[in-house]
């Protein structure tokens, strides 16, 4: 492996405090509607680690995920440069991947940096977020067709 | 090509068509703010054509993209299944993906139908629900998660 | 009352023809998350008349309501100029209020017409966009404080 | 007064520290699209002091205002009760109102506490979340009209 691969690359212990970091945010989960707690924590690229969780609203349509709440926690405090974001559910045996609009956001701060997926149980998988959203619509985009 | 492939395969004339809808309806565009008109045209399952233009507001966030637009006129017509979707912009001689708030809103419907990409020129490119959203969180797992 | 007073006032007739309209839209609500349906009849400058219902989607933060459905088709049919909306829906004896991504929704295109809140019973109570929005945040300020 | 109303009323002091605060996090709007920053500063019942700015989306239907940045932040740190939110935002000599999709968020927490409009100079308007959103579609709706 290359240098750089393993700079790119989390250890198992940093990954697993990530995990009981979003574990912890999602005690804090506002979910009355939909009674599905969600968690996450971001690395940004300094080491910081900021934690989200979902946010939700009468009108459904103004849900915040936990995975929104961490990037504009983490913006709040300056970061924009981000290592990993660790998304903790819990729904059957299942990794659930994160939601268009969530996808759209992590992709707003670049597509190569990685997703980790993981249960209350701390098993994971790792994608990125260029791989969940592919031929995505990108920030760079804009400058060149709208210079307004 | 088997029986199935040639029925899900749309004819060059249909694509045609549907290129032709979607810049119809991108005439009708709301978007004074990003000045960035978008069209699109649904192919319903029974050949109904249903377009859709992006309609933007002064607070960005309520901005609506021309998919969805397409897919809300859609479904107030009662339609709810889905053989593709046409999608127009102009971005230099790019194809523009569908933002992650639109793929999210394609896969309620089912991954398994697909997506043109085109430009002004008639040129475009092919994809699927599925392809643009790996990983998705789809509706059946919200039933087995999550009875309530 | 004046000419112009006259001429804003809707008949019983045509109130009626709209929750008519609202609830045969309601039909097709797409709401398996929330079971709640709501329909929407918008009553644009012209006369045309053009509806709405809620479209959710598994991801809460997607939905979009029926007022802001029923204004995206207009603005698709080339419609920016509205008299009133009606919404009905139903919760008990209650009038439910438009959320506030749809009164903000309304807004852009004016805060000087009228609302209709309705009932399947068909009872209903009138208010305006203005009234809905106070101290609103709306297009023209936009223009003064930002040109670009 | 009332003990009641001396206990809501904020002092100058407060006001203002809550107004810097939130000119503090303005500093780090991510507005590259909108260009217009907005910061935010929320008092929560026990004293604590959350702030927000808006995080922008090149789909701009992804947009996060500073109200719903700070409401996010106050509730991954375990805070649902609010006395104040004071909002900064630089328009002429305007003061802007929050945007409906805010006025939602905020009423999710309760109609009857502060929100106050300031500028960079340290005026401000004072007026209340229910005052915002008249007829409001609330929380407690939902259990009264739909069990499920
Ligand atoms: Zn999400
Ligand atoms: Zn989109
Ligand atoms: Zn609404
Ligand atoms: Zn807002």
Redesign the interface.
Known sequence: ATTAEIDKQLSDDLIESLIDASLG?RQ?S?S?????PVGAALLAHDGTVI???N???????????AE??A???A????H?KFKAIVITA???D????????????L??FGLDWEVY?SMPNKQYMK?TVG?????????E??T???P?
Do not use: H, I
């Open positions: 945010a804090n506002y009355p509607y939909s009674k599905f934690t989200g969780c946010v939700e609203n009468v009108s459904y349509g103004l849900t915040v995920c929104r709440t990037v504009c926690r913006v709040v405090k300056g924009r819990e729904m059957g299942r990794f659930v991947g994160p939601c268009g609009v969530c996808r759209q956001t992709a707003e997926l994608t791989r969940l959203l592919p031929d995505s619509f990108s920030p985009w804009v060149l067709g709208n307004a």
